[in-house]
């Protein structure tokens, strides 16, 4: 079995992934995607529950995902998960998609019923179990600061915590202008009396060390959804002066173990986590919607942790 299909062996009509064994049902589209993790706990899902069925990476470029979408019922597949950059593309391409992925603008779930293409977003949700998980809270009664604001997983994560009505949200960004559209656009969910006092319950903020202080004086849960941290050569992102023991600091970011956000946060002693507990949580979500029973999720954690 090839590590990576092409698009075009999709839109060709498919017949290799029914030719596997067992059938391919599954897929992640992404580009690039030969780096994703998917495939290894949803495989090992896929056999724990007796299901018929593998889940395999194809490389979409950009200019065939339309087509590669359109491809799915024709192949046989019961559903797609999308990574990197397909997430607005596959909102455009389905024929319905839930509340929460279109206010995000984005689609990370796809099941395929009959000839039609139905859009979930389980990154949000995924990230309410996982720091539930790693720091026994709920999202809904913290104090947010999340940076990276103006990115895709920033958004989604902004309207998550929004629709959770968390009890106060600060989106950064380095481009202020896009949090600042935001936090316009979200305010609406934080028009309550909950919390008594002159600080507005969501603001936007540029990623200045001065606002950054004020705001984390503020706040239990810092989370960073940049795309910073990927590398272990990239500069930090806040000084490690404004992290503080009495906060959490969850780093989406899962790429090369702990990021230099989280080295920081750890040696001030605040608790820290990073987005592994978040894949794992959105990918169980996905396999919740596609078959609509719960995950076998221990199964899934040991296949993702086995990973070098
Ligand atoms: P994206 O759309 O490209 O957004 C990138 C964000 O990072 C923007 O807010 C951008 O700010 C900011 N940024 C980029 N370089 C920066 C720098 N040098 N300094 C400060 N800010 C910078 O990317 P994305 O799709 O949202 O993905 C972001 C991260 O989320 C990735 O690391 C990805 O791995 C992670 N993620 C994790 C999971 C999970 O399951 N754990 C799921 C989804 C995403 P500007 O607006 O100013 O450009």
């Known amino acids: 079995m090839s590590e990576v299909y092409t698009a075009d062996e999709l839109i060709d009509g498919g017949g290799i992934f029914s030719r596997l064994s067992p059938p391919a049902r599954l897929c992640v589209f992404g580009d690039p995607v030969v780096h994703s993790k998917s495939p290894v706990f949803h495989n090992a899902a896929l056999r724990a529950a007796d299901i018929p069925a593998s889940y395999v990476r194809i490389h979409v470029p950009p200019e065939k995902a339309p087509a590669a979408f359109r491809a799915l019922p024709k192949a046989g597949f019961l559903g797609v998960n999308v990574t990197i950059p397909h997430k607005a593309a596959a909102l455009a391409a389905v024929d319905e998609a839930d509340d929460y992925a279109r206010r ?22 995924g990230l309410v179990r996982a720091i539930r998980e790693e720091f026994s809270v709920d999202l809904r009664d913290l104090r947010v600061v999340l940076l990276g604001a103006g990115g895709g997983a920033g958004r989604a994560i902004a309207v998550q915590c929004a629709m959770e009505s968390c009890e106060r949200l600060v989106l950064v960004n380095r481009t202020r202008e896009k949090a600042q559209a935001l936090a316009n656009e979200l305010a609406p969910f934080f028009r309550t009396d909950r919390l008594v006092g002159p600080i507005e319950r969501i603001q936007a903020i540029p990623l200045e060390d001065s606002a950054l202080r004020e705001q984390l004086a503020h706040a239990d849960l810092v989370i960073n ?44 002693g605040a608790r820290c986590a990073n987005g592994l507990s978040m894949l794992l949580h959105q990918g169980a979500l996905s396999f919740e919607i596609w078959f609509n029973r719960p995950a076998p999720l221990e199964v899934m954690r040991t296949a993702l942790h086995a990973l070098p």
């Open 225 to 268: 959804a940049t795309s910073v941290g990927m590398r272990r050569t990239d500069p930090p992102l806040i000084p490690p002066s404004l992290l503080t023991p009495n906060l959490m600091v969850y780093d989406t970011v899962y790429a090369s173990g702990k990021s230099r956000l989280l080295e920081d946060a750890a040696a001030v």
């Open 104 to 125: 995000s603008g984005s689609v990370n779930t796809v099941v395929v019923q009959g000839d039609r293409l139905l859009g979930f977003n389980t990154d949000g949700p």
